[in-house]
């Protein structure tokens, strides 16, 4: 079935460095892929998307490539900051009808000053 | 996207007593989703609820253990049933956004703990 799968954590990091959390998906056709956020305490919500192969999903700084030939879609961060700590969950769905999310295991990002 | 509501946010339940979940969202949605997010893991989604038909389950979890309730196209309701320690989790609803955004929502999530 269709799966993803990210890199463990916790990613520990100081302030201002470069972020990278791999993540690369198994599907029987082109799913759509996303990144959410978990911030402590909260829900989840929405920090980006990429529907196609090539698509670059970006938002807050965070930036993402869909990648068909490697089947990959890597959350990427030039200059992380410590309201970033938070847990990142990568999941994609199909484009057919109305399809669940699969997500993977989350990589829990830890930023210090 | 959709504004969705989930309640309660958080609630300490005796083991052998049912807690009911609710979702309201601020638009008409075909499709909500169940999910469980036990401590430390990732989420699992425990049910597909479209109006007017009975929830689709996912394997390992039960319509007995997790009835859900899908009266109209804003509201839905998980129960969770016979409570134990294990069942302690965060549940969330969720909906898809629009076909050509292809976001989905969740709702803030309902902390359990049962003890």
């Known amino acids: 079935g269709d799966s993803v799968t990210q890199m463990e954590g916790p990613v520990t990091l100081s302030e201002e460095a470069f972020l990278t959390i791999n993540c690369t998906y198994t599907?029987?056709?082109?799913?759509?892929l996303f990144w959410y956020v978990q911030y402590p305490g909260e829900g989840l919500q929405l920090l980006l998307k990429?529907?196609?192969?090539?698509d670059k999903g970006s938002n807050k700084g965070f930036e993402a490539t869909y990648r068909k030939e490697t089947t990959s879609f890597h959350l990427e961060k030039g200059s992380v900051q410590v309201s970033d700590s938070a847990v990142y969950f990568c999941?994609?769905?199909?484009?057919?009808?109305?399809?669940?999310?699969?997500f993977g295991t989350g990589t829990r990002l830890l930023v210090s000053p | 996207s959709a504004v969705i509501s989930q309640k309660p946010s958080r609630d300490i339940c005796q083991r052998g007593t049912s807690l009911t979940i609710q979702c309201q969202v601020d638009?008409?949605?075909?499709?909500m989703f169940w999910y469980r997010q036990q401590p430390g893991q990732s989420l699992t989604l425990i049910a597909t609820?479209?109006?007017?038909?009975?929830?689709?389950?996912e394997s390992g979890f039960v319509i007995d253990k997790f009835p859900i309730s899908r009266p109209n196209l804003t509201f839905s309701t998980l129960t969770v049933s016979n409570m134990s320690p294990e069942d302690s989790s965060i549940y969330l609803c969720?909906?898809?956004?629009?076909?050509?955004?292809?976001?989905?929502?969740f709702g803030s999530g309902t902390r359990l703990t049962v003890v």
């Open positions: 599907a029987t056709g082109y799913p759509s």
């Open positions: 990429a529907t196609k192969a090539d």
């Open positions: 969720s909906v898809e956004g629009d076909r050509t955004n292809y976001g989905y929502t």
């Open positions: 638009s008409q949605v075909t499709m």
């Open positions: 999941a994609l769905s199909m484009n057919t009808g109305f399809q669940k999310l699969v």
């Open positions: 609820a479209n109006q007017g038909s009975e929830a689709t389950y």
